[in-house]
């Protein structure tokens, strides 16, 4: 039988390979978002399911050091189950090829949630990874609405960033979350919108961002090189980098 999106919710969260996870409030709150749309039951209790499946699953092969180390998904199912698994980094503030290949689509409560059909993201990854790619690049209505595994960022040739809007079915980015009132901060305007071959082709950097991959920049989509620069890459690691260094971005888990 094909997968039902309805049938789970899920969200991952940078680790620190010991029993502390980043911004889980914020992954939570994304997550209950994502479970009303899809009809699945929010649990009441949640942190403390949270802290049951942790004490069951939870492997410590690092010190907790409240520093990114590897990945936690945190999967809640129609029937009220919750799971985790834990997952390593692949490629970190890193340089990415990229392809572009047709955004998977759903109905629109379904588009743009981290849903039980994910199958369609997974099959992207895997043709990235056939063409020696490092990313597949979603691509809906001649626009690039989001990423295998990570969020497309664009910086204009004006200097402005640019992220897909979310009425474009991309799914909500909570790295994306956390360096946009960053970027506003420091004089970078952050704007919503279409990011068609266009702005792409203009584009002075592109980058990906995602808890699992940080911030990493785009070098080619499809072959044609993008951009020519590395400064507003660097600027956001720095500011990702400083964000985890913040003690209070991080959550004790399996109390």
């Known amino acids: 039988m094909p997968a039902n999106p ?3 919710v899920f969200t991952t969260l940078v ?8 911004d889980l409030q914020i992954h939570l709150e994304r997550m209950e978002k994502h479970a009303k749309r899809l009809r699945i039951t929010w649990p009441d209790h949640i942190l403390s399911m949270i802290d049951a499946a942790w004490r069951i699953a939870q492997a410590s092969p690092a010190p907790t050091q409240c520093q990114p180390y590897g990945l936690i998904r945190i999967e809640l199912s129609r029937d009220g189950d919750i799971t985790i698994q834990p997952r390593q980094f692949f490629l970190r503030n890193d340089e990415y090829d990229a392809i572009t290949v047709p955004a998977p689509r759903w109905s629109p409560k379904i588009n743009g949630t981290k849903h039980g059909d994910w199958e369609p993201y997974a099959e992207a990854t895997k043709q990235a990874d056939a063409k020696g790619s490092d990313l597949a690049l979603l691509v809906h209505e001649f626009a690039i609405i989001d990423g295998d595994r990570a969020t497309p960022l664009v910086i204009d040739e004006d200097g402005t960033a640019w992220l897909a809007a979310e009425g474009e079915g991309g799914v909500q980015s909570i790295t994306a979350d956390i360096l946009a009132p960053l970027l506003e901060a420091s004089g970078i305007p952050v704007h919503y919108g279409r990011l068609n071959e266009r702005v792409v082709a203009r584009a002075l950097e592109m980058l990906a961002i995602g808890s699992g991959v940080g911030v990493s920049r785009i070098a080619s989509i499809d072959g044609q090189a993008i951009g020519n620069g590395q ?6 690691q720095a500011m990702l980098t400083q964000h985890y260094q913040n003690e209070n971005a991080w959550t004790h888990v399996g109390a």
């Not at 680790?15 to 980043?22: E, P, Q, S, T, V």
């Not at 400064?231 to 956001?236: I, S």
């Open 231 to 236: 400064e507003f890459t660097q600027k956001c």
């Open 6 to 8: 309805r049938d789970k």
């Open 15 to 22: 680790w620190d390979g010991g029993n502390h996870l980043a």
